[in-house]
């Protein structure tokens, strides 16, 4: 099974700043990944596939980078509803796996 | 507009059987990997099963299997995840996810279904 190892657990910044989020796989997942954002009591959105490319409706403030065991979540400047927990997911493997989450808080 | 809509979540006993159920709309279903992603209470995500658009192949996640079983009936776009011998610890909400295009990522979810296993 593919780990995935996100970090840091919690962030804390002010709207408008940058925050940039890293998620570390055990083992090579090329570039077969996903981010999520989840508001509170919400399902979670899907933000980022294949590691870079935004889906559909996601503002060009998010952006996604890496390939192989190291990737990053780049907002470049924070909206009030950025701040949720952001997840990462991998396709490379079965079984699917998530990481543990970055919280995204406001300072 | 894309739709899920789960139900058949409750509260059951450990060693109990519950059936979900995802009803689908707004895409072509069967052209489509449906999944079930759970949350447990104050934790992360965990996925839990996939199964391919015609529901040839199923994929399960190690702490289901055996247990948890996915089907789907591409004629009535609907998904269902019977649940068996559950235990404390599948008490989360769960979540349908479409897959997108190609990919098993998640582009659309359903708004989930709790499940308590409690005596």
């Known amino acids: 099974e593919i780990v995935l190892t996100q970090s840091p657990a919690t962030l804390s910044l002010s709207p408008g700043e940058r925050a940039t989020l890293s998620c570390r796989a055990s083992q090579s997942v090329s570039s077969y990944l996903a981010w999520y954002r989840q508001k509170p009591g919400q399902a979670p959105r899907l933000v980022i596939y294949?590691?870079?490319n935004r889906a559909t409706g996601i503002p060009a403030r998010f952006s996604g980078s890496g390939s192989g065991t190291d990737f990053t979540l780049t907002i470049s400047s924070l909206e009030p509803e950025d701040f949720a927990v952001y997840y990462c997911?991998?396709?490379?493997?079965?079984?699917?796996?998530f990481g543990g989450g970055t919280k995204v808080e406001i300072k | 507009e894309v739709q899920l809509l789960e139900s058949g979540g409750g509260l059951v006993q450990p060693g109990g059987s519950l059936r979900l159920s995802c009803a689908a709309s707004g895409f072509t279903f069967s052209s489509y990997a449906m999944n079930w992603v759970r949350q447990a209470p104050g934790k992360g995500l965990e996925w839990v099963s996939s199964v391919t658009d015609s529901g040839d192949s199923t994929y399960y996640a190690d702490s289901v299997k055996g247990r948890f079983t996915l089907s789907r009936d591409n004629s009535k776009n609907t998904v269902y995840l019977q649940m068996n011998s559950l235990r404390a610890e599948d008490t989360a909400v769960y979540y349908c996810?479409?897959?997108?295009?190609?990919?098993?990522?998640?582009?659309?979810w359903g708004q989930g279904s709790l499940v308590t296993v409690s005596s």
């Open positions: 294949e590691a870079s």
């Open positions: 997911q991998q396709r490379s493997n079965w079984p699917l796996t």
């Open positions: 996810a479409k897959a997108a295009s190609g990919y098993y990522y998640f582009d659309y």
